[in-house]
């Protein structure tokens, strides 16, 4: 009979072991880790670890939640630092306002992101997912760590949901969906206000309810939304939802760096005797991997990474750690699963600048180049200038013509301007309806303009002039416009 793990270690190899048994690994290929053959979801109980890299993940994980929770207040130039207001098409990002007419900068910026992403995928496959997404860094490193303190490490957690429904069990499980309950309740208006800005959730928030019911209606969805994803969906937002997950398979190859096994130092995996030097192992031909699963449990979406790379891995280190630890127990050296390319682990080839990565690095410079050009020529205000929908030419008692405009001013500044139009190398005057044109920091002003030519400065039908935007008596835009006359 086997006998019952008597050290904690003994006792997390056999948790780890019992994990992995209960799923069968010969036909990964064929179906989801996280899902039993007839579809059903495994729940996945990842064993608490700690290490090198976990260490350094909760403290980059720190700084990431306070960049995030303090977003919303930090401004530029009196902007946000973030804003993304669909609805009022206003977007923001690094105090830096873009308008409906800066579309093809947004556009470009949206390229640039999307090309980046595809550069450093291929060159270090899903570092973000690991270190930077807000989905691995809440679960992770925020109601992972809240579900251990309240249920304890991954076989308190099986335990605990295996126990009948009693008082100890009740408790536990109402605090813990309590604490997640406002948990997403927080993080739903922290997103929130990336979209309407912090002054508009605080109306929400302190005028009566009936003022704000749509208001009040996306931070109950966005508060259940978050409730629902990290105390249920989990791991299966990354499998199922992510577009970036499922594009892994079209942007790694042999040299791109992931979390892997090194197969050639580990195989062929056998368990280690208790009272076996790890030097004299080596030579009875067994690799370096011990088999005791620790890799596998530990593993936040189920997997067991010796399989090689898989899509559901999130490059969250967890397995490295938890190897690393073993290495050193054994007096191995650490690094059996690390930040390797295939290439690496098979030729012991470094990271190689490929021509794929070359032409992928080559279109992303145009592209910031392009960016960079276009952001920093965009000029502080700009006008646009209509004729007014269905109106005609008029003859004024002088003798002269006019012709009714609508002008649009957008402020991209964080100060208020006085704007001035001048009639260009035409004979003739113009007049802004009430009054002059003051446009407010960051706004838009629609204003009619009244323009009059004398007969001489016309043509039969159609004539064009322009129209000279000043501010601080500094031109800065010529409107082209056609003047309407009568036909001689
Ligand atoms: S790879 Fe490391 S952690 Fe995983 S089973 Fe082998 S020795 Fe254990
Ligand atoms: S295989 Fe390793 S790196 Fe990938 S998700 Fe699992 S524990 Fe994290």
Redesign the pocket.
């Known amino acids: 009979m086997k006998p019952a793990p008597t050290t904690p270690d003994d006792k997390k190899t056999a948790d780890a072991r019992s994990a992995a048994k209960s799923v069968d690994w010969s036909d990964f290929r064929d179906h989801l880790s996280t899902a039993t053959r007839d579809g059903r979801r495994q729940w996945v109980y990842p064993r608490k670890v700690d290490g090198k890299f976990f260490r350094l993940r909760t403290w980059f994980s720190w700084l990431l939640l306070m960049i995030m929770f303090s977003g919303p207040f930090i401004t530029i130039n009196g902007n946000p630092l973030l804003l993304m207001n669909i609805v009022e098409r206003k977007f923001v990002v690094l105090g830096q306002i873009f308008w409906p007419q800066d579309m093809i900068i947004f556009a470009i910026a949206m390229l640039v992101f999307v090309v980046s992403v595809l550069v450093f995928t291929t060159a270090f496959g899903r570092l973000w997912c690991g270190w930077a997404c807000p989905q691995t860094v809440m679960m992770e490193m925020v109601f992972r760590k809240i579900e251990y303190l309240i249920e304890g490490d991954a076989h308190q957690q099986r335990a605990l949901n295996q126990a009948p429904w009693q008082a100890p069990k009740i408790a536990k499980k109402l605090l813990k969906h309590g604490v997640f309950y406002g948990l997403s309740f927080l993080v739903g208006n922290v997103l929130l206000s990336y979209i309407i800005g912090w002054q508009a959730l605080y109306q929400i928030v302190t005028d009566p309810p009936a003022r704000h019911l749509t208001g009040l209606g996306f931070m109950i969805a966005f508060s259940l939304l978050f409730y629902g994803i990290f105390a249920r969906f989990r791991e299966q937002a990354c499998t199922f939802i992510c577009p970036y997950g499922r594009m892994q398979s079209l942007l790694l190859d042999e040299n791109s760096i992931v979390v892997a ?1 090194d197969h050639t130092r ?1 195989e062929t ?1 056998a368990p280690i005797k208790r009272e076996q030097k790890f030097s004299a192992r080596r030579q009875t031909g067994h690799g370096d ?7 596998v449990s530990v593993c936040p979406t189920g997997i067991d990474i ?1 399989n090689g790379t898989q899509m559901e891995c999130v490059h969250c280190t967890a397995c490295m750690d ?2 690393d630890n ?1 290495m050193a127990k054994i007096g191995a050296p650490r690094g ?2 690390r930040y390797a390319s295939l290439n690496g682990i098979e030729r012991r080839e470094p990271l190689r600048f490929t021509p794929r990565l070359m032409g992928y690095t080559f279109v992303l410079t145009v592209l910031v180049s392009l960016f960079a050009v276009l952001v920093f020529s965009r000029a502080d205000v700009e006008a646009t200038l209509l004729r007014a929908p269905g109106s005609l030419f008029q003859q004024m008692p002088d003798g002269r013509y006019s012709n009714l405009y609508t002008i649009r001013v957008v402020n991209k500044t964080s100060r208020e301007l006085a704007v001035e139009l001048k009639l260009e190398n035409s004979a003739g005057s113009l007049q802004v309806m009430g009054g002059k044109l003051v446009v407010e920091p960051q706004k838009l002003l629609e204003n009619s303009v009244l323009i009059e030519l004398d007969p001489s400065a016309m043509k039969s039908g159609t004539t064009q002039i322009g129209l000279g935007v000043y501010v601080g008596g500094k031109r800065i835009q010529t409107l082209k416009t056609a003047f309407i006359g009568p036909r001689n």
């Open positions: 096994y580990g995996r991997c011990i088999a005791c699963n620790q890799c010796r938890a190897c073993v059996l699963i």
